[in-house]
């Protein structure tokens, strides 16, 4: 009766095991990823992804929001149809795909840094009901490895204890990784308030609730129009815009540290222009066109950061449409670095 009883036990034991692995699912150590636009097309999507040797893809579902301060908001009904289509192939090729509630505000001609709803409590509750309908109808039925809570909502993220909630929400409908993307910041020797805000950041409880810490990494770097790699890497070590001697990378570890959580770059991007290092968030930071450039301040980051043990990984931001507007699509240099560096 004994040996049945443990047999039992044994058997439960491995079963439970095999679900959490199934879970979990089998992810790759570091995540070679890429972003998806939001208008982007599938087969162009499909070759860049290809092209560039990526492991990871994070598919954005768009979210509508009339206006900065509306507590309105629907799923794009194209948009999930089109993430859905996308999912599948890419699973059936192996790929780890992260899901995204993209925030889509006054047709994408606003900022979601700025995005400041009346009524909070309406727009904690309202998120909550947008993350279940993605998590049950997306992330679930086609086994999504990653979901991301919520992006660059600087407005927000001071309401620490509602996101924990949500992240705790999440979790327990999804027995994926979840994330929780914020955005970059600054610092300066000679702003105290800076500084006091950036502490807020890294004191924020959210963080200690989700997987890995995923950073939209738009750190302004340096004031000139042209640099070398060499002085990209001194600057993210000592951001030379304005004189603010940032350092970058210490900050970004301190969450690592203080968390002993791993740092995935969920948006590194740069307009192929001079400047791209001035202000990286900015797709009209100048008139002139510049790849190498924004090649070589991807170099920058592979330099700082691919061999530091806290790193996750980066998501090279943005693929899938390449019209001459889109001034983040790779450039033909940051094309060929950038799958040297996924290979």
């Known amino acids: 009766m004994k040996k049945i009883i443990i047999l039992t036990i044994i058997l439960a034991l491995c079963s439970f095991m095999a679900v959490y692995k199934m879970d979990k699912g089998e992810l790759p150590d570091k995540l070679n990823s890429v972003n998806l636009s939001t208008d982007y097309e599938i087969n162009q999507a499909l070759q860049d992804i290809k092209m560039l040797s990526a492991n990871t893809v994070n598919v954005p579902i768009v979210i509508k929001i009339p206006s900065l301060e509306s507590n309105k908001m629907i799923i794009d009904e194209y948009s999930k149809n ?3 289509q996308i999912i599948k192939i890419l699973k059936e090729n192996n790929k780890t795909v992260i899901l995204e509630a993209f925030p889509w505000i006054d047709n994408g001609s606003k900022y979601e840094t700025e995005y400041n709803p009346k009524n909070k409590e309406q727009f904690f509750k309202d998120w909550k009901i947008i993350l279940s309908e993605l998590i049950d109808e997306v992330a679930i039925p086609y086994n999504v490895d990653i979901v991301n809570t919520a992006s660059n909502f600087s407005k927000l993220e001071p309401y620490e204890q509602n996101w924990c909630d949500i992240i705790d929400f999440t979790k327990k409908r999804f027995k994926g990784l979840v994330t929780y993307k914020t955005s970059w910041w600054y610092t300066a020797e000679w702003d105290l308030k800076s500084k006091e805000l950036y502490n807020k950041k890294l004191n924020n409880k959210l963080f200690s609730k989700v997987d890995f810490i995923s950073i939209a990494a738009y750190f302004e770097l340096s004031d000139k129009p042209i640099n070398t790699v060499e002085e990209l ?29 791993k740092i995935f770059f969920g948006e590194l991007g740069f307009p192929r222009l001079e400047y791209a290092a001035t202000h990286p968030w900015n797709n009209n930071v100048s008139d ?41 699509y790779p450039s033909k240099e940051s094309m060929n670095f950038i799958k040297l560096w996924y290979e």
């Open 233 to 261: 890497v001194k600057c993210i070590n000592s951001s030379t815009v304005n004189n603010r001697n940032q350092n970058i990378k210490q900050e970004i570890e301190n969450f690592a540290n203080k968390y002993n959580k």
């Open 82 to 84: 089109k993430a859905i």
């Open 288 to 328: 002139l066109v510049n790849g190498d450039e924004q090649a070589r301040c991807f170099n920058a980051y592979k330099i700082v950061f691919e061999n530091e043990k806290y790193i996750k990984g980066f998501s090279i931001f943005a693929v899938g449409e390449k019209g001459k507007d889109k001034m983040f």
